[in-house]
Nanobody
Framework: QVQLVESGGGLVQAGGSLRLSCAAS????????MGWFRQAPGKEREFVAA????????YYADSVKGRFSISRDNAKNTVYLQMNSLKAEDTAVYYC??????????????????WGQGTQVTVSS
């Protein structure tokens, strides 16, 4: 069982930055892929970024490439999402998610087993 707790959300002006953190419990963190997803009001949940267990494989949604950066610290059981040059359209609840050991890094939410409660990011224009 893995429990995930996001933090770091908030209100920021367009062009600003935020760093989200996702702290994981459990001993399998270093062997699972992690992902960030987001859901804006009235919209479906969408993929943002994903990172393999080693950090060697990383994927980004086209909408955030060049602006967001995902990283992880396996010693701290934490995955991060650095968000720069934020836009109003980045406003959403951001969720981190974890796969199970042995599962490949994925951009599809159905491939993730564990989810955090989400953290609100609001970008004012």
């Amino acid at each position: 069982q893995v429990q995930l707790v996001e933090s770091g959300g908030g209100l920021v002006q367009a062009g600003g930055s935020l760093r989200l953190s996702c702290a994981a419990s459990g001993r399998t963190f270093s062997s699972v892929a992690m992902g960030w997803f987001r859901q804006a009001p009235g919209k479906e949940r969408e993929f943002v970024a994903a990172i393999s267990w080693s950090g060697g494989r990383i994927y980004y949604a086209d909408s955030v490439k060049g602006r967001f950066s995902i990283s992880r610290d396996n010693a701290k059981n934490t995955v991060y999402l650095q968000m720069n040059s934020l836009k109003a359209e980045d406003t959403a609840v951001y969720y981190c998610a974890a796969t199970v050991p042995g599962r490949a890094t994925s951009t599809t939410d159905n491939d993730y087993t564990y989810w955090g409660q989400g953290t609100q990011v609001t970008v004012s224009s």
